[in-house]
């Protein structure tokens, strides 16, 4: 799984769009005007921060020692770093991003969620 294979994934989602807000190297794509997936690299590796839940964040890097970190740069208790080296399956990297997405959808104001269908 590589950056390009996670945004063709990501911006087939409702209401997803790609942006640079940062700088032109760093992608991040967004439902409305929240962040779901910011693209970059960690310990000279690619990587994506992904929204995760609070309460099971642990979990994740619990089971992916080497290939999950508290978010770099993020709130290290909603936001995972995880590693796009090979060591965790295409499908669970997908699941990951998909989560990340459910969760700031259900952040979003009620108009913003009917503006994109997502009631």
Not at 5 to 23: E, M, V
Not at 58 to 76: A, C, D, E, F, I
Request: hydrophobic share 35%; proline share 7%.
């Amino acid at each position: 799984m590589d950056h390009q294979q996670l945004i063709n994934y990501g911006l087939k989602k409702t209401g997803a769009d790609l942006r640079y807000p940062f700088d032109p190297e760093t992608p991040v794509l967004f439902v409305a005007n929240k962040m779901f997936a910011l693209f970059g690299s960690f310990q000279g590796t690619p990587s994506v921060n992904l929204k995760a839940d609070p309460d099971t964040v642990w979990l994740t890097r619990q089971t992916y020692p080497k290939s999950v970190y508290p978010g770099y740069h993020m709130n290290k208790r909603h936001w995972n770093t995880v590693l796009l080296d090979g060591s965790i399956g295409d499908s669970e990297i997908l699941d990951m991003l998909d989560e990340s997405y459910q969760l700031v959808c259900s952040k979003l104001p009620k108009s913003e969620k009917q503006r994109l269908s997502l009631q």
